[in-house]
T-cell receptor, first 115, second 118 residues
Framework: DSGVTQTPKHLITATGQRVTLRCSPRSGDLSVYWYQQSLDQGLQFLIQYYNGEERAKGNILERFSAQQFPDLHSELNLSSLELGDSALYFC??????????????FGEGSRLTVL | AQTVTQSQPEMSVQEAETVTLSCTYDTSENNYYLFWYKQPPSRQMILVIRQEAYKQQNATENRFSVNFQKAAKSFSLKISDSQLGDTAMYFCAFMKRAYGGSQGNLIFGKGTKLSVKP
């Protein structure tokens, strides 16, 4: 158990809809990362938050947005969903103790299926 | 921009044998980390081994070891005494060392699917 909790584990929705994925980082971790894993694109970095502020942005579509709340949990919002958004979305956290170990701790992922 | 390349989409090995997974990367950075992550069918991403670029000594974790060649930008993973539980996707990943209180993000290769056969 990595200590990172993601909900929901599975989600099925229709094109055009909006969903919210939630992530609770390990206790004390300040950084939260979101990754998308799909068959054709592999594992892609979407966005990173550090202590409530956006720290880095990767290949995140404009239809997607994220935020990190004062209690450090994070939400990834996906809107106007398309079939191609079907993927496994991972949240990871880091930053407790020595922040320079480089290690990220991953949740079990949220499997999104867009029909 | 950094890139990570895993040239072996799939590999198989007999139980108890040794297998080596290849990874090359491209970066102009001097301070960075390299990782191997394992993703079994349960889909959980599990850290296998970690290497800091400034350390010349190759990292080892029990049956897992790496061959880190900084000049060649190569970072291969050797699994000794392969076990059925090693069956998984293995991802090589790069992280630029960040400063100022937070770490950078991971850049992953496409992965190598390893099957351990009894």
């Amino acid at each position: 158990d990595s200590g990172v909790t993601q909900t929901p584990k599975h989600l099925i929705t229709a094109t055009g809809q909006r969903v919210t994925l939630r992530c609770s980082p390990r206790s004390g971790d300040l950084s939260v990362y979101w990754y998308q894993q799909s068959l054709d694109q592999g594992l892609q970095f979407l966005i990173q938050y550090y202590n409530g502020e956006e720290r880095a942005k990767g290949n995140i579509l404009e239809r997607f947005s994220a935020q990190q709340f004062p209690d450090l949990h994070s939400e990834l919002n996906l809107s106007s969903l398309e079939l191609g958004d079907s993927a496994l979305y991972f949240c990871a956290s880091s930053g407790r103790g020595d922040p320079y170990t480089g290690e990220l701790f991953f949740g079990e992922g949220s499997r999104l299926t867009v029909l | 921009a950094q890139t990570v390349t895993q040239s072996q989409p799939e590999m198989s090995v007999q139980e108890a044998e040794t297998v080596t997974l290849s990874c090359t990367y491209d970066t102009s950075e001097n301070n960075y980390y390299l990782f191997w992550y394992k993703q079994p069918p349960s889909r959980q991403m599990i850290l296998v081994i970690r290497q800091e670029a400034y350390k010349q000594q190759n990292a080892t974790e029990n049956r897992f070891s790496v061959n880190f060649q900084k000049a060649a930008k190569s970072f291969s993973l050797k699994i000794s005494d392969s076990q059925l539980g090693d069956t998984a996707m293995y991802f090589c990943a790069f992280m630029k060392r960040a400063y100022g209180g937070s770490q950078g993000n991971l850049i992953f290769g496409k992965g190598t699917k390893l099957s351990v056969k009894p």
